[in-house]
Structure formats: C-alpha cells, structure tokens
C-alpha cells in the first residue's frame, strides 16, 4: 500500500501532513488488523522457545483475561524485567507476533501481549496498563510463582503500527522507564502532547521509506524533547517488519539487544545503539541517535536478595532496625535519572517499613512508584504501598523512582515495623 504524497513543487506544512497521512495509515491499521486475524496465531515457521538462554513459551492467567503471557519455561534466578506489547492493528490476538514475543522472552523478559491466544476483536491503550498492574500485583503475591521473581522496576512498553500508539498512550505511566515504537507515529498534531511529557528513553524501530508509518514516525522525531535519550533505526522492509520470521527476525534481534540494555544494564548490548562506532552504525539499519551515552547499569537481580557490588549501587545494612536497603542508579542521562531502592527484611518479619533516602545536592523526585514519598528533594523518606509492607524474614521488595540532577552519590537507611 503506498503513502499519500504532497505535489512535489507544492509540500505541505507538518501539521497538514500529519493529518492527510492519517487518514492512509489508518486504513494501513485496519487492513493489518484484519489481515493479523485472518492469518491465526502461529507462522509456520516458528522457532519453539526463541534463541535465548531461556526456552519461552506462553501462557493465560485468570486474574488477566484478554491477555498472553510469554515466560521463561523455567523460570531464572535473575528476576525478569517486564515489556508489555500492543499488537499490530491494534488486533486482540495475543499470539499474532508469537515469534518475535517469544524471542523476547527467551533472553530473560516476562512478556505480556494484549489479547487472548488467537483470541479476535480490538485492544485498548487501557489493557497495557492492565498489564503492568498485574505484572506489580503478581510479583507481591505471596504463594505465586511470580512472587519476588520479577524486576517491576524496569518496565518497557511497546508496540506495532496501532500498538505503538497504544505504547505511546501509556509512556507517561511513572512505572515505564522505557518506550519502544515499532512502525508507527502519531496520527494528528494535537497528540504532540504525548511527545511532550516523555522523560525517559525511546526507540523507534521503522521500516524505512517503504513504510506507510515513516513521514509520521520522523515527524516525532523532530519533535522529541530536548534532552531525551532516543534512537531510531529505519530497515528497508517496509510497514510488516520481520515479526513473523524465525525469532523475529532482524526486529526481533534489535528489540532483545534495546531491552536487555535498557532494563538490564547490559552495556555490551547498549553499544549497538549508543555512539557515532555503534553497532548498527555498520550495518543495513539507517540510524538517528540523541543524547545516548553507554551509562554503567546494573547486573540482574536474584531473588529474594537484590544486587550488589555495583559502583552505581549504596547499600544500607541492619543494624537492629529490622530492615536493609540497596540504592541502585538503573539509568543516567543528561538531567535526569532511575533509580532503585531494594528493600530486604532481617531475620524478624516485616509489616511495614520506612526508607529514608538521602539525595545529593541539586536531585529531586519527579515520580515514584511501589512506595509513598514523603518530600521530593534532600531527604525523602518512603514508606511501603499496602501490597508490599508485610516481607516474611529475609524477603525483598523494591521501589523506583525516577528524578532530576544526578543519581549518584545517595544514601538510604530502613526502618522496619
């Protein structure tokens, strides 16, 4: 299907492209979503459990109907970080781009598609959400195999074509340290307001000239904030990207290397983005950068006892008061930063606890979440959420936040009750 296009003498303003394109992407939505439908849940050619260290599958839960979780069939010992995923056409089958999920979670990600397995029908911005509530809900729930096993501080949502603008729906949710945009952009300029509040790290991943997605995906480009860490990749495949090849396909490679540097730290996968020598610099990828440095990260966690021994890292220890607590700096960027505080009961259990965090001169908390703060600069103190204060002996939760200056140097103290 091809673009509409300006006369070439007379090219129209943005905002007049913007809306003009609308109208031919939107029916490229719909046409994919019917053609998603049509098609079923599993390509031919699907390569069973993806080509991670994990082999992954999929799976339903009550608790989250419409939805489909991609695991790990054994669950790690490093706690998963969590990417929640809007399909293309915004189609409510959960297993349209089994491959490419599949892929994902096979290198480490508890993955959660809108839409039941094969399931028809159409998905919302709304379900994304649902998924990260779940997602927080599970790994306190006491008794499930969720439980403790999964990094809900790092959190990425992403999607494709109208699943992306679900994604970009829900980036300004304070639990997202990271949005991922696959053949997409926003349809009209009075969405520019969702470009506006992004804070934290994106990529887009388009599929070149070909794609009806392009004028509108670089049109948010330019319009990104000032200081944003963001990447965009353009692959000359055109609007359907390589989702149904084995693995994913080339999306689903860069896809794995985006998360596991973004949620995991791995600076060995940031340096395919990050840099004017980056990997996919020399490659067939078309790459844009701004503001990407190759930060420290930090290494999984394991449960129940969180990392340590990271420069980045400042742990507390027990001294009578029941409780420790680890400051960790997941993300730094120019003005801005996430951090982790992991809380890990002594040898008594917990029904609640009280960090008071010491921040350096010129940081301050823009957002929080799993906690309640108290003060957004100096010294903060965070008390638990009703869902994670009662910790059994030696149990660990984890709170984040995310804020502005630089995150190095803070100090934290527990307090248990």
């Known amino acids: 299907m091809t673009r509409p296009r300006s006369a070439p003498d007379a090219p129209a303003p943005v905002a007049r492209r913007r809306v003009r394109l609308s109208a031919g992407l939107a029916a490229a939505v719909v046409s994919l979503a019917a053609g998603l439908i049509a098609v079923g849940a599993t ?31 054994t669950l790690p010992s490093e706690r998963l970080p969590v990417f929640v995923w809007g399909n293309g056409g ?27 397995p094969n399931g028809s029908g159409s998905t919302t911005s709304q379900m994304l959400t649902q998924s990260i509530d779940w997602a927080v809900a599970e790994n306190s729930r006491q008794g499930g195999k969720y439980y403790g096993r999964l990094d809900v501080t790092q ?19 304070p639990r997202v340290t990271t949005t991922t945009i696959f053949s997409s952009g926003l349809l009209n300029d009075a969405d520019d307001y969702q470009l506006r509040r992004l804070t934290k790290p994106i990529a887009y991943f388009i599929g070149g000239p070909g794609d009806i997605a392009y004028p509108n995906a670089i049109d948010d480009w330019g ?31 860069v896809a794995v290397l985006w998360l596991k540097w973004r949620l995991k730290g791995d600076r060995t996968a940031g340096t395919a ?5 980056c990997g996919l610099c020399h490659s067939q990828w078309q790459v844009q950068q701004k503001n990407l440095i190759l930060d420290g990260g930090t290494s999984p966690s394991t449960p129940p006892v969180p990392p340590s021994g990271s420069p980045s890292t400042s742990p507390s220890s027990d001294h009578g008061s029941g409780c420790s607590a680890v400051y960790t700096v997941q993300d730094q960027w120019n003005g801005g930063f996430v951090a982790s505080v992991s809380v890990t009961a002594g040898s008594t259990a917990l029904t609640s606890w009280r960090v008071s965090l010491g921040l350096p001169a010129g940081a301050s908390v823009t957002s929080l979440w799993n906690g309640v703060a108290s003060g957004s600069s100096g010294t903060v103190t965070v008390t638990n959420q009703s869902y994670n204060g009662r910790l059994a002996a030696g149990q ?6 995310q804020g502005t200056g630089t995150g190095g140097g803070a100090t934290v103290t527990c307090t248990g009750g």
């Open 43 to 73: 390509p031919a050619d699907a390569a069973v459990g993806g080509s991670g260290p994990y082999p992954a599958d999929y799976e339903t839960s009550a608790t989250l109907p419409n939805h489909t979780i991609y695991r790990p069939q």
């Open 90 to 116: 915004c189609a409510a089958n959960g297993t349209g781009q089994i491959n490419f999920l599949r892929e994902i979670s096979s290198h480490g990600f508890l993955v959660i598609a809108s839409g039941a």
């Open 155 to 173: 959190v990425a949502a992403g999607g494709w074509s109208c699943g992306g603008l679900e994604a970009y729906a829900v980036s300004g949710d």
């Open 223 to 253: 319009k990104l904030p000032s200081g944003l860490p963001a990447f965009m990749g353009n692959l000359n495949v055109g609007h359907g990207g390589t989702y149904d090849q084995v693995n994913g396909g080339e999306f689903g490679r």
């Open 273 to 277: 983005f990050a840099g004017a020598d």
């Open 396 to 401: 660990g939760t984890t709170f984040g936040f």
